[in-house]
């Protein structure tokens, strides 16, 4: 043999007077020799079976190996994860408040906000919500600023065993109408600024900017709520049609959080942010998996959300350990020095459109890209992305 291989495949075969002999040829250019191994493996499984069963046809034949039928089926299938949980958000949430009252949960501009008061307000909303009728899958409507008040609305619903629908404050009336309408919206929490072009709909509007506490006979009904029930409802854009709702349920996310607990990276030392629209389901992972860890979240002020320098050095005053970054900006933090001492900051996270450049080099940071459309628990795949090089 002269090292070369004249064909991509060429099979040679010797009939002997009781077997079979022979090589097979192949351009390893095009082939690993494991590949090629397996073919042979695979030819050797359906000369077997034409010789013991001469009478079965053809495509009844398998090519497949038992050891390689019991790797593709059972082995590469076996997914279960025993650590996933079997709670709810509202009652992971409820956990970690037992866990660290004291620390701080949301910081908003000047505001803050800790664990136990987040608890608090939140159920003393939810309390009102349930005289209202909401309950297990029932839809309640949030269109509101990004805010402290905002992620208070998110929790309070859950603990009513209902489901918020995100409703984007800038989106046309003609669509957020739509959506009110679609999704049989009759609770609504929005804010005084947002909520005066909120008059059309015969919705009950609650003002979360202008709420009174009040802490006489503070008891929420237990939610009945289960893993299979609603956690959210959101809508897709619309764009090949009419927008419609996709339904994520409790245990939709917390599968994801246990899948993603190590890209998050997010524990009581963590400090994240919100960024993402409201009714872009990215703000949904922004804001819960922070709450259910312990984690500090701060939502960025909107001046600053809308520039990528300011972004990235608000950021770094704000020693942010991860966030997410819309793809458009991403370009920005990656060409552009940072500084080379050591930093808080440990991850971006990114989605909404393709990347178009690879990071330059390996930055103090890592870089993670997903995507999911709307319709899966937000994020279907993601990748690290590193330097070519």
């Known amino acids: 043999h002269n090292g070369v291989a004249k064909f991509d495949l060429t099979l040679g075969v010797k009939v002997g007077s009781e077997s079979l002999s022979g090589s097979l040829e192949y351009n390893a250019d095009l082939f690993d020799p494991s590949t090629v191994q397996r073919l042979l493996e695979q030819w050797e499984v359906l000369l077997s079976k034409v010789s013991s069963e001469p009478e079965t046809q053809l495509h009844m034949i398998p090519l497949l190996s038992e050891a390689e039928t019991s790797q593709l089926l059972i082995e590469w299938n076996d997914t279960e994860d025993i650590n996933i949980t079997n709670k709810c958000i509202h009652e992971l949430f409820k956990e970690q408040v037992q866990y660290t009252p004291d620390a701080v949960a949301l910081v908003y501009d000047d505001e803050q906000i800790t664990y136990y008061e987040l608890d608090i307000r939140s159920s003393w909303l939810a309390i009102h919500l349930q005289k209202l009728g909401a309950g297990n899958d029932t839809l309640i409507g949030i269109c509101t600023e990004r805010s402290i008040e905002m992620v208070l609305g998110l929790i309070s619903i859950l603990k009513t065993g209902a489901a918020f629908v995100p409703i984007d404050p ?171 001492t050591k930093i808080s900051f440990k991850k971006i996270w990114t989605a909404g459109d393709r990347l178009s450049h690879y990071p330059k080099d390996q930055r103090l940071f890592e870089l993670y890209n997903f995507y999911g459309p709307t319709e899966t628990t937000i994020w279907a795949t993601y990748a690290q992305v590193r330097p070519l090089s």
């Open 170 to 340: 800038s989106y046309p009336e003609g669509r957020i109408a739509y959506m009110i309408q679609d999704a049989n919206i009759s609770i609504l929490l929005t804010d005084q600024n947002t909520g005066a072009n909120l008059q059309f709909s015969d919705s009950t509007i609650i003002y979360l900017d202008s709420m009174v506490l009040e802490t006489d006979s503070l008891k929420v009904q237990p939610s009945k709520s289960q893993i299979e029930n609603l956690l959210y409802a959101i809508y897709t854009s619309g764009s090949t049609g009419q927008p419609k709702g996709s339904l994520i349920t409790h245990q939709g996310f917390t599968n994801l959080l246990e899948t993603h607990k190590n890209v998050l990276e997010c524990d009581t030392g963590s400090h994240l942010t919100q960024l993402a629209p409201p009714a872009f389901d990215a703000a949904t992972y922004e804001c819960l998996p922070s709450l259910l860890f312990g984690a500090k979240l701060y939502i960025v002020p909107e001046a600053v959300r809308t520039s990528g320098e300011d972004l990235r050095l608000w950021l770094l005053n704000h020693d942010v350990t991860v966030s997410y970054v819309p793809t458009v900006m991403v370009d920005t933090f990656m060409n552009t020095d940072w500084p080379t």
